[in-house]
């Protein structure tokens, strides 16, 4: 399953184009074929899925919306560039949906749920047998998005659906490469999909809180690999010229 944003209600062709187009570069930034603060020629993209430089400039303003490329006017686009702030408010923004989520699922949905989670679980441990990280990421992504949905309020996945794509190329750029991992954050995903078949009463409140937990130990590795990778002297100086090209 990509990464996608929510679509509009029967879509012109035009729109549905450049939707198309966004999908697929928010995917090449998810799958880190794209680097942070790397530029986007729309020329080159345009030359790349074979249309004008009108779809691709509407693909780019649509990522622009959800925080995953930043327009410099008279300079260019760029993916964006994430700073220890930024990740810290956006997975502490991520938790409170997920959490909230989590205590809003309906009772009935609750082994269908489970099923779903433990099946990402499944690809999660193919994936790391494999090798093969961007489909680890990928099921991860699946995981917490299906508990997500199961919630049931439109409003909550809609604002999940708006920090999806940072939110999937963090773990895929920064998560995958910390201490540990991700072995250790499968563990957390494998309990919580058993535990979800009976989360009632205070089980409900003990698989929030293991959810919560899960939650901030990724933030913390997303900040420890940040610092390892992207504050480097040298690296803050390639941004610092990207930019101001």
Known sequence: MTVTARKSSQPSAKQ????????????????????????LSEEILAQ???????????ALNLLQVE????????????VYSPSEEGISDLVTFRGVLETSALRLLPRDA????????????????RAMAEGDMR?????????????????????????????????????????????GEPRRSFRDHRELALGILDA????RDELAGLLEGHIHRTRENYLNAFRQTHLSPGRRMRSRLKLDR
């Open 16 to 39: 549905l184009l450049s939707q198309q187009i966004a999908d697929r570069i928010r995917q090449a930034i998810v799958d880190a074929d794209f680097e942070f603060g790397e530029s």
């Open 67 to 78: 925080g995953l490329v930043i327009i410099v006017p008279k300079s260019g686009t760029f």
């Open 48 to 58: 790349a899925f074979d249309v004008s430089r009108t779809p691709v400039r509407e």
């Open 200 to 203: 009632e009463g205070p089980r």
């Open 135 to 179: 489909d680890y990421g990928r099921a991860d992504t699946d995981f917490h998005l299906e508990i997500v949905q199961t919630a049931g309020n439109r409003h909550l996945v809609e604002a999940y659906r708006m920090i999806l794509g940072r939110v999937a190329s963090l773990r895929t750029h920064l998560a995958l490469k910390a201490e």
């Open 110 to 125: 609750l082994p269908g749920l489970s099923a779903r989670l433990q099946a990402a679980c499944a690809r999660m441990e």
